[in-house]
């Protein structure tokens, strides 16, 4: 697949795959994805960042980093970058259903990551990530820190994210911007998402933000 024909595959009504695969770490500058992947990538595009760039931006969302490859991957720790092995951007290469989570590993979470050999990938649970940057429509200028940051809380406050998303993380370190994760039962036959769906990320370091702590019955409640 060429980087022409995955920009002309819409994901929804303003994103499209190659948003998704772009990369300055390898020598194609282009993940190829599997179809299982596109089908992935289209549900958190539509039903995640869609909902975000319709209510809360209005104007262009850039993807910084989505689809990850264990070779990008230390690229980035290389440069400094928080990659981590086990980031929802290493996205499941196919899809487990119900009847093989059942007749493989017989409904156990447990069994399934012991005994999936990386048969779906890097990381078995890896249900799909970007990181974004806001770019005015009008302007091109991006989105400074601070707009960056009250967009971060505006969304990790908002049920409906809350309720499609694994993880959002703002990163003040490296320029402002935001990661944000499907929902894995989105796309897994199993619930199991992440004890802390809202954190920051400062001087190499994750951590709840206090705003969260006092809303965390709230936050816990929009995740059910």
Sequence with gaps: MTEREM???????????????HTKYNSTGLVIPTPAQIGFLKILAKDVLQYIRDKYTNTTIHINSGLRTLGIYYQLKKRGYPASRTSDHFLVKSKLTAKDFKEKFGSSIKIYLDKSNGDYGINPLGSGAADIIVKDSDTRLLWSKSQMYRLFKRIANDPYVLSNTNQIIFYHDMGGFIHISLRREKIFPFRLDSSRPILEHKKGGYYVPRW????WKYIQLAKK
């Design 212 to 215: 969260a702590k006092k809303n």
């Design 7 to 21: 920009d002309n595959i819409k994901l929804s009504d303003n994103f499209n795959l190659g948003e998704f695969c």
